[in-house]
């Protein structure tokens, strides 16, 4: 028998609520580059740096989202097709995210200062390029943001097969100990006094608890 393909999955409001993620990061981006933060009234500013949160908002619904198709997939076909979940997750991000890399790559040739280092080169071309950043800094160079991508497909390394051998029950579960673990994680790296604006912000297991909150 030919394999059943889940019926399409649209919410338009989801698209809103994306745009919405999106305008935050991008105020907070441009109003930092620019300056126009050292300007603004303290309460302004608040909302200028609250903006960067708009990262967590984009993880949350790609979360829900992704967990609601894999949902749907396995209650119409009892099961999940990890080669073509993964064959379609590749296309839609993979072009874009290397040809941004190659850019940096490139910009950094024709700018010194704004090199990318061999060592951070190859954690973003593995996609662990958070964590490069979480232990040596961020760069100068433009590819930096791309540290959201690197969290991103480490959370859809894990959930598709989750939901193929566990179903919903251990998406459940799973959530919950994302939960737990986030806390923690955040609880020690207080105690050690980590950088809120480095170790913090692009350290995985912290920003899992947005990704479990989209699952749940």
Known sequence: MPERKPSRFYRPELDALRFFAFLCVFQHHVTFT??????????????????????????????????????????????????????????????????????????????????VAPYRLLAFLLLSGNWYTSYFGWTLNPISPLWSISVEEQFYLLIPTIMKYGGKRAIWAVSVLFFVVSYGVLAWLGQHDASVNVRVWTNSLVQFQFFAAGCL
Not at 34 to 56: M, S
């Open 34 to 115: 620019l300056g126009l933060n050292r300007i603004f009234p303290a309460r302004i500013r608040e909302l200028q740096e609250a903006g960067a949160y708009g990262v967590c908002l984009f993880f949350l619904l790609s979360a829900y989202l992704i967990t609601e198709l894999l949902c749907k997939e396995h209650d119409e076909t009892h099961s999940v097709h990890l080669k073509a979940f993964y064959i379609r997750r590749v296309l839609r991000i993979w072009p874009l995210y290397f040809v941004f890399l190659g850019f940096g790559v490139i910009f950094g040739l024709v700018m010194p200062h704004f090199r």
